[in-house]
C-alpha cells in the first residue's frame, strides 16, 4: 500500500528455506520510496497473541478507510480454531488488534482475508472448508457495514477437492473489471 507520505508498505508472511509456514509467527513489514526499490526491511511487526490462542499469523490484506489502515490477517492456533482478525494502524508503523477480534471462524483454517468494497457494504472473501474438520475446498464471503461486525456468510465457489488446509482455494482475491467481478 502506498501511505502519506507517498512511500510503499508490502506486508507478508516470511520464513527461510525450508518451506515452514507453522513457524510463522510474525509479518514482515518492508518500504520503499518507489514500486521499484529500494526496498528496506523494517522491524518484524504482529507477532502472534499466544494469548489469543495464536500459534501462526498469516495472509495480512491491508486497506484504506476513513483516514485510518486496517489490517485483516490470520490468527491461527489450532487448524480447526484458525480465525480472521483485525488490527488498525494511523501510520502503517504502529498496530492494534480490535477488541472484537476474532471476527469470525468457520471450517478447517478460514484464513486468507480480502476485503473489497461494492456498493454500500464491504465484502471480506476467505478461504476455508466446508465443515471444521475437513472437507470441500470453498471460498466464502462474509458483508459488513462497518468492516467490524460480519455476517451473511455465501459460498462463492466450492471446489470439487474435499480436505484440509489451503487446497485450491488458497488466498482468493477478487476485482472489478468491465461490470463483472472477478475470482
Not at 70 to 81: D, I, L, N, V
Not at 91 to 112: F, I, V
Request: glycine share 10%; with cysteine; net charge negative.
Amino acid at each position: 500500500v502506498r501511505g502519506e507520505d507517498r512511500s510503499w508498505h508490502l506486508f507478508g508472511i516470511t520464513q527461510q528455506n525450508p518451506f515452514r509456514p507453522f513457524e510463522e509467527v510474525f509479518l514482515t513489514h518492508v518500504t520503499a520510496p518507489d514500486l521499484m526499490g529500494p526496498w528496506t526491511r523494517q522491524p518484524h511487526m504482529m507477532h502472534i497473541d499466544a494469548a489469543a490462542g495464536e500459534t501462526v499469523i498469516w495472509a495480512p490484506h491491508v486497506i484504506r478507510h476513513d483516514g485510518r489502515w486496517w489490517m485483516f490477517y490470520c490468527g491461527g492456533g489450532e487448524a480447526a480454531r484458525f480465525r480472521i482478525c483485525l488490527a488498525t494502524s494511523d501510520d502503517l508503523w504502529t498496530w492494534t488488534r480490535s477488541d472484537a477480534n476474532p471476527l469470525l471462524q468457520d471450517g478447517y483454517e478460514a484464513r486468507d482475508p480480502m476485503v473489497l468494497r461494492v456498493g454500500d457494504r464491504w465484502v471480506l472473501y476467505y478461504t476455508a472448508t466446508s465443515a471444521p474438520e475437513g472437507g470441500r475446498h470453498t471460498v466464502a464471503a462474509v458483508t459488513s457495514p462497518d468492516l467490524v461486525a460480519w455476517g451473511d456468510k455465501r459460498v462463492v465457489f466450492e471446489s470439487e477437492r474435499e480436505g484440509k488446509g489451503g487446497g485450491p482455494t488458497e488466498s482468493p482475491f477478487v476485482v472489478a473489471r468491465d461490470g463483472r467481478y472477478l475470482l
